[in-house]
Structures are given as C-alpha cells and as structure tokens.
C-alpha cells in the first residue's frame, strides 16, 4: 500500500512539473497571448489625378418613311477619335497636381476587393489615405446618382486594377475616366414643319425632339448587353402639306457613341444596278463580242462602291501581276487607281456621291479565256448616303482555247440550268468588304 502512495505521488509530481514547463514557454503580455501581426498596406489618392477622355465614335444615319431593310439598320462611321485625354478643365494639368474637373462633382469612388466587397468609398473632391489588407483590387469611378437619360450632360466611369504591397503605400496617379452613356443628336430636314416630332427610345427612356431642339440627349446603355437599341418614331407634318408616320429601329449602340441622325420627310429608292443589254442574274460566256456596260443610279448619291473578283480563273497571283487585289474600293483606289482606271472603273470623285455611275469592262472580257477556263464574278456593292445598300454580281464564264464554250443564255428558256436559268455568284473566300456598323457600309458622314 506505501509503496502504490509513493508511485502516485511521483507521477503527481511529473505532470505538475511539465505542466509548468510549458506555461513557461509561452511569453505572457498581461492576459493577453501575442497574435500574428496583419498583412496590410496603405493606398494613397493624395496625389490622383482625374482626367475625362475625349475618345468618342461618332456615328450618322438617316431616317425616313419607307427605308429599305438595308437601310434601317444603318449606322456609319464618321469618326472613331483615340484623343489623348483632356485633363482638368482648361486642357491642362501640372505633374503632381489634381485635376479640377467640375464634371466630375457628385461622382464616388470605390475600391473594392477580389470577392466584390467595397473596402474604401469617398467623394470626388477627396484625396484620403486608407490602410487596407495587401491584395489586388478594382478602382471604380461612376455617378452617385446615374441618370438614366440627361440632356447635354455625358457620364463617365473609370476601372483600373491596384496593388497593394505588405508594408508598402500605393500612390494612385492617373486615373481616365471614359464616356459611360450613348448620345443621341437629331436634324430634321428643312421640308418638316415647325410641330413635327421625333421620339427616341433607348432602353425605355424616352426623349423628344422637335425641329428645335439643338440639344443632344445621353442614355444609359444596357449593362447586361453593353449594347443598346434606339427606336426613333417620327410625325409630322410637311410643309407640302402631307403628314408622315414611321418607325426606324438602330440596334448595337455602345457607351461612348454619339449617333447623329438626319430625318427626312421622303423615301427614296436604293441603288439600282444593271447590266446594260443583259440580265444581271444570269452567266454569259467572255468573248471578245461580250458587251459589259454596267449602269447605276442611287437617288440620294453614292457613299461607298466596293467591287470584289471572285473568280476560278483570276487568282490573286494573276491579279496582282496586273496591278489589282481582290478587293478594292472604288472610292478610295489607293494604289489600285491607275490600274482600275485602265480597266474602265470609274474611281475618286467621279463616283462620291454621284446620283448614276455607267463604266464599260467589254475590253476586260476578252482577255479572261486566254487565262483558262472557269467563272468569274465581279461582284458590286453600291451604298448610297441613306445607308442603303444593293449588291449584285457580273458573272461570266471563260473558256480556254481549244475548248468548247457554254452555250450562251436563252431568253426564251429560262429554265435551264446553265447558262440561261438564274446563276448562283461563286462563294468568296472572305468578302474583304467592310462589315457596316450596325447594319450599312461604314463611309464618311452625309
């Protein structure tokens, strides 16, 4: 029995000493155990600078009664200026300084962490500092209180990643803020009267614009698209003393667009092409009897004449061996003019809004055969100043020396499947021809 007390006792007195052991390794601060320091940095606005960019695309279209699809959709290109941003208000701004920019007035800044959390948010006009956990976040910049439409007053917004270090302090610089809504600005032809209106709808706000109105009206674009539809509705009376009625729909606007739209009170047919003596729609054997005279009219002018050579015959080895690609405008030829001219194309001002074109290929057509045998499109896109479109393609087919030709088309057998019924044009590789914005031929503005 003594000898089980003294083996407990022992053992009691193993564990109480440990027990102090440990306590001993552990460093005491009052009640308190020491935690790991945090991981924090500091960022800095003090020395921001804002700048507004004067980066915007501008865009024109018509809208009138009776508008062909092509047309209703159309938006051109007048400009896409890449500016260098305009800072401060009189343009200018001092390195180290803040850019006083009173459009800016009301606007908030927010910089939020990884899981979308805003961590620091101040006014526009404060320059603080913040201590923050170091990490990577998104600096945004947008109206406290966005308009959905405004009259003459663009909104901006700005964001841009910053990193901030361990023990380190970010200083913010720069900070560009770009055009954060779509503009709408409205001329109405001379013809309407004085209460004639135009509603333009954008992501269901309405503005209204009568002969009067000089002002330009900004919307807020979907921002779960990033693009917009604008619906304009025109009425009013003419000064002949008509009325008109009409609906023209314009999607794919983007933030940062000023769309410039013209109304007229008329319609106008779209460009009409012809091949003089021919149907247009069908093949015809290149001789040297071939005549290809091609005629063209567009009522309101012509904006934009691309011509692209789709052919088993003219490859692009051969076409560039006489001074041609592909593709070309007739517009704007660049180098291709001399070459396009010598060949009968019209070229430069003497197609820019002309309301009819005619050109003669007749002397290309002979000099096909002599390259092999196969079809040969040149296929034309007319664009006139309303936006509308019209493509049509002269397609031949050549037969080498040696060979017996097609039979040539038959008026009075239309049903035939080559060369008098309806031809197919031949799939190009890749048109070349611009893509319009959103629905026309990109050009110049009317």
């Known amino acids: ?68 699809a092509a047309a209703t959709a159309a938006m051109t290109a007048e400009t896409a200026a890449a500016t260098t941003a305009d800072i401060a208000a009189d343009g200018t ?45 998104t600096l945004t910049v947008q109206p406290a209180d ?15 990643e910053v990193y901030v270090r361990k023990d380190d302090t970010t200083a913010i610089g720069e900070v560009l803020c770009t055009p954060a809504t779509v503009g709408v600005a409205m001329t109405f032809d001379p013809a309407f009267g004085e209460t004639a209106a135009a509603t333009v709808v954008c992501n ?8 009067a109105e000089s002002r330009t009206a900004y919307f807020l674009p979907s921002e779960e698209e990033n693009t917009s539809a604008i619906t304009i509705t025109v009425s009013g009376p003419l000064d002949n003393g008509g009325t008109v009625t009409f609906t023209q729909r314009f999607e794919g606007i ?22 003089e003596g021919h149907d247009i729609t069908q093949r015809y054997e290149a001789t040297a009897e071939l005549q290809a005279k091609i005629n063209i009219t567009a009522a ?61 290929i007749s002397p290309f057509m002979p000099l096909i055969p002599l390259l092999g045998s196969g079809d040969s499109d040149f296929r034309l896109t007319v664009t006139d100043n309303d936006g509308a479109a019209t493509v049509a393609a002269v397609m031949v087919h050549s037969t080498a020396e040696g060979e017996t030709p097609e039979p ?19 799939d190009p590789p890749s048109s070349g021809i611009e893509e319009p914005f959103p629905g026309g031929s990109a050009g110049e503005l009317p």
């Open 204 to 211: 269901g706000e309405k503005a209204l614009f009568t002969p």
């Open 1 to 68: 029995m003594k000898k089980s007390f003294t083996i407990l006792r022992r053992t009691l007195l193993i564990l109480l000493l440990a027990t102090g052991a440990c306590d001993r390794e552990k460093p005491e601060y009052g009640e308190e155990t020491l935690s790991p320091a945090p991981v924090v940095g500091v960022v800095s606005f003090e020395t921001m600078q804002v700048a507004l960019s004067s980066a915007t695309e501008n865009y024109s279209a018509v809208v009138r009664p009776a508008a062909t």
């Open 300 to 360: 309101a002018g012509i904006r934009d004449f691309k011509v692209e050579i789709v052919s088993e015959v003219l490859t692009p080895e051969i076409l560039q061996g006489i001074g041609l690609t592909t593709t070309f405008d007739l517009i704007n030829p660049g180098q291709y003019g001399e070459a396009l001219e010598g060949l009968g194309f019209p070229t430069g001002d003497a197609v820019l809004n002309r309301t009819s074109v005619s050109f003669d």
């Open 408 to 426: 040539e088309p038959d008026p009075d057998r239309p049903e035939q499947e080559f060369p008098g019924g309806e031809a197919n044009p031949l």
């Open 93 to 137: 701004a001092a390195s180290g300084t803040r850019a006083e920019i009173g459009a800016l007035e009301g606007y908030r800044f927010n910089l939020i962490d990884k899981q979308g959390a805003a961590v620091a948010e101040f006014p526009y006009g404060a320059y603080p500092r913040f201590e923050v956990p170091a990490g990577v976040y």
């Open 254 to 275: 983007r933030a940062g667009q000023l769309c410039r739209f013209t109304v007229k009170g008329s319609s106008t047919a779209p460009p009409v092409i012809e091949w």
């Open 146 to 160: 966005p308009q959905a439409l405004a009259w003459e007053t663009q909104s901006y917004r700005a964001e841009q």
